[in-house]
């Protein structure tokens, strides 16, 4: 009886969501901004930045996490000295992945950064996806995007197109469903419909436009059917129409433009990244810095309400 009451007490606890303020030189601050500034969210949130980039100065600061208890239903600021440069952001993202390996939140919902400049800062990794599955030691992991009408996750993220190929075997893909399926299963408590996309143009027409679907993707399908709802593969240029007539559709895209033209195309504004396979909740939205109207005031930041608002439903 004492470990369940323990264990009670610990999930009530980290109940706090921690939002990362992005690329200071970004939409990232306004953004977040325009999200939380007439948001009552459900459990604690804490802003992580520098107090300098961040419009609302009124917002409580704290020193630690563990000042907000989760009764505490505000939003408070946790100030990072970091100057305005290509590691701001780094700093900032940093500091929440420590919180949620500590299990100090359960959500870290971050806003844009610029890969090019964490390289050019000598940062190792290609963006916050890589950064958070090394980070927490995760052997798989990936990107699925989520909209209330379009759902996709990506088999690859950020490789170069020729890798694909080399990749793409029946055994690899059968790994992979089953991973993308029990994850989305965990974390939205209910089952989902997987719609397969073939790589080639036309699926591959009978083998005529290449043997991918053939070799390894039908038969990859045809063995996970006894335990997954699944079909395809289905032509790259309908697979996302088709899904988006469905409820509780995903979309199996094989790398990442042929997932995310479409996906962005229909959901801009709307759509959401969620890291699967993490031990913790992580939303983003699915745009970048977006460097040209940074600081005008124009940035939309409804797919940052979205990210806020889909992690705090993941953790309730």
Request: net charge neutral.
């Amino acid at each position: 009886m004492a470990t369940k009451d323990k264990d009670k007490k610990r999930i009530k606890i980290n109940k706090r969501t921690a939002v990362t303020l992005g690329d200071p030189e970004g939409i990232g601050p306004e953004i977040v901004y325009q999200s939380l500034r007439d948001y009552s969210p459900a459990h604690p949130m804490i802003i992580i930045g520098s107090r300098e980039f961040y419009q609302d100065k009124t917002i409580p600061l704290i020193n630690a996490v563990e000042e907000i208890e989760n009764r505490d239903k505000g939003i408070y600021f946790y100030h990072v000295d970091a100057p305005a440069s290509s590691d701001a952001s780094f700093t900032y993202v940093e500091t929440g992945i420590q919180w949620a390996l500590d299990k100090k939140i359960s959500a870290l919902v971050t806003a844009p950064i610029s890969k090019e400049k964490w390289l050019k800062a000598g940062i190792p990794y290609r963006g916050h996806t890589e950064l958070l599955a090394q980070t927490a030691g995760v052997k798989e992991h990936a990107m699925f995007f989520w909209s209330r009408n379009l759902k996709v996750v990506l088999f690859s993220i950020h490789i170069p197109l020729k890798s694909i190929f080399e990749r793409l075997k029946k055994n690899e893909i059968i790994r992979f469903i089953r991973f993308a399926a029990s994850e989305l299963s965990r974390l939205f408590s209910r089952d989902f419909t997987f719609l397969v996309s073939g790589l080639n143009p036309h699926a591959g027409e009978n083998g005529f436009l290449g043997n991918e679907e053939i070799d390894e993707i039908i038969p990859a399908i045809e063995t996970l059917k006894p335990e997954i709802n699944i079909d395809g593969p289905f032509p790259p240029d309908v697979i996302f129409l088709k899904a988006k007539e469905m409820k509780d559709a995903v979309v199996i895209s094989w790398y990442h433009d042929q997932g995310l033209i479409a996906f962005k195309l229909l959901n801009i504004h709307r759509g959401v990244n969620v890291t699967l396979g993490l031990p913790y909740i992580r939303t983003s939205p699915d745009h970048g810095t977006a460097y040209d109207i940074a600081g005008k005031g124009i940035a939309n930041p409804a797919s940052m309400k979205q990210a806020i608002r889909l992690a705090e439903l993941l953790i309730s």
